[in-house]
């Protein structure tokens, strides 16, 4: 079993900046794909940001220059680096991890979600 535990959400004015972090941990052999997404009420699930094993990132549109995702494999842990917030930007957020546990079986996990809010 994967548990996926988040951190650093908050509430944050307009312009400001808060950093998610994201720590995997069990059964895990390797962590090919990194990511967060988020669900704004009233709203679908839509991915923020990834991040593979090799480095390559892919981040939604709306976020492109104010987010930098980033990781530590060594730690098994992902970070979200969220600058110029926005009030669109408030949503729950959730860590995801397509992870190849010890058991080499590939399974994507979630996190429990962190609440941002940005007030204008």
């Known amino acids: 079993q994967v548990r996926l535990v988040e951190s650093g959400g908050g509430l944050v004015q307009a312009g400001g900046s808060l950093r998610l972090s994201c720590a995997a941990s069990?059964?895990?052999?390797?962590?090919?794909?990194m990511g967060w997404y988020r669900q704004a009420p009233g709203k679908q699930r839509e991915l923020v940001a990834h991040?593979?094993?090799?480095?390559?990132?892919n981040y939604a549109d709306s976020v492109k220059g104010r987010f930098t995702i980033s990781r530590d494999d060594a730690k098994n842990t992902v970070y979200l680096q969220m600058n110029s917030l926005k009030p669109e930007d408030t949503a729950v957020y959730y860590c995801?991890?397509?992870?190849?546990?010890?058991?080499?079986?590939?399974?994507?996990?979630w996190g429990q979600g962190t609440q941002v809010t940005v007030s204008s």
């Open positions: 069990g059964s895990i052999f390797v962590i090919p794909v």
């Open positions: 991040m593979r094993s090799r480095g390559t990132t």
């Open positions: 995801n991890a397509e992870v190849i546990t010890s058991q080499m079986r590939e399974t994507a996990y």
